[in-house]
């Protein structure tokens, strides 16, 4: 079974534990979680953020958004809904885009993160979806970009090659204010001409 976390299979398990929770099995379930664990949880854990190990002390509870922006200090992962709906804090783990905000630290430990202060080349070049969206002037205010970027980024590397009607899909997960997203398939579109 592919144990890879996508946004479909986050969304199906919140459906899930939703359906729990309303049938009553949910009690069951947290009840018999609480009397498995023992209680201590590391705080001080090892995490691959863009290449790079990084110590990092975190709280039980506390999101991979949170511990990027205010313990790492990598603030292109935006907060904005902080629930899973908008996007802003896409994020790649394992090369696969996921939003930061649904998911506990401690949860990616030993999982390669990528953020969109990652993407660009050690020399500074930037990455081909960065290139093509400055030159297709596809962001806006510019808020939904850093998502819109790594979410972007992640498809190419999925489908190197995507059908405007693909990059739609593979963009569907983030939200723009500003309604440019016409603007954001073309920097794809214009980033997989670069790529290939």
């Known amino acids: 079974m592919n144990s890879k976390i996508t946004r479909r299979r986050f969304i199906k398990g919140v459906i899930y534990s939703a359906s729990a929770a309303a049938s009553g099995a949910g009690i069951y379930v947290a009840t018999a979680a609480s009397s498995r664990s023992s209680g201590a949880v590391e705080r001080l854990i090892s995490i691959n953020v863009n290449g790079r190990v990084r110590r990092v002390d975190v709280l039980p509870q506390e999101t991979l958004a949170h511990t990027l922006r205010y313990r790492l200090n990598l603030t292109g992962t935006k907060l ?25 630290t401690h949860q990616v430990k030993g999982k390669e993160i990528t953020t969109v202060e990652g993407l660009r ?76």
Do not use: K, W
Request: contains cysteine; charged residues 15%; glycine residues 8%.
């Open 80 to 104: 904005a809904c902080n629930r899973g709906e908008c996007g802003a804090c896409t994020v790649m783990i394992n090369d696969i885009s996921n939003y930061s905000c649904s998911l506990l």
């Open 121 to 196: 080349a050690a020399n500074g070049t930037l990455h081909p979806v960065q290139q093509a969206f400055i030159e297709e002037l596809s962001p806006q205010c510019g808020f939904c970009t850093p998502g819109q970027v790594v979410a972007a980024a992640a498809l190419l590397i999925a489908n190197p090659n995507p059908t405007r009607e693909e990059a739609r899909q593979g963009l569907s997960g983030n939200l723009c204010r500003c309604g440019a997203y016409d603007h954001y398939l073309n920097g794809v579109m214009r980033a997989a001409e670069l790529i290939s």
